[in-house]
């Protein structure tokens, strides 16, 4: 079984980078996610940011938010936490919760923004309204 699971990561992670060479975003965004996690590659997270960077750059929401938490823990980039910021606004303003609440926790924290206590506010109303939301309906 391992072997055959082995066989399918290496045959996605070859189409992945097909794919991530024809500037597809969510094909960036699925290389990155390969190299972070050693799915049909060895683990190298400097390569996963940089896919999840390319990605990002071409409008993928999911990357923007794996790019910031990358700026954030400096995980195969150095630690930067006003590009954390800069990236968990963008990701939050296309309705990332986890983005909403991590950005809300900058503001409160002063890490990579000025102190907003509105905008912390804002955040964490946005992520509560979503967790309600989301509670309601199951």
Not at 109 to 129: A, F, S
């Amino acid at each position: 079984m391992q072997n055959f699971q082995n066989e399918v990561y290496d045959e996605a992670f070859r189409l992945f980078s097909l794919s991530a060479e024809q500037a597809y975003p969510a094909a960036q965004f699925q290389l990155g996610v390969c190299y972070a996690n050693g799915l049909g590659t060895l683990e190298d997270m400097v390569q996963a940011f940089s896919y999840y960077l390319k990605s990002a750059q071409n409008g993928n929401v999911d990357a923007q938010y794996e790019v910031a938490v990358c700026f954030e823990y400096g995980e195969g980039t150095e630690q930067n936490m006003r590009e954390a910021a800069k990236w968990y606004e963008q990701a939050a303003n296309q309705g990332i919760v986890e983005a909403q609440y991590n950005l809300a926790q900058c503001y409160s924290d002063e890490t990579g923004v000025p102190q907003d206590l509105k905008k912390q506010c804002i955040g964490m109303k946005k992520r509560l309204l979503r967790e309600i939301h989301t509670h309601s309906t199951i």
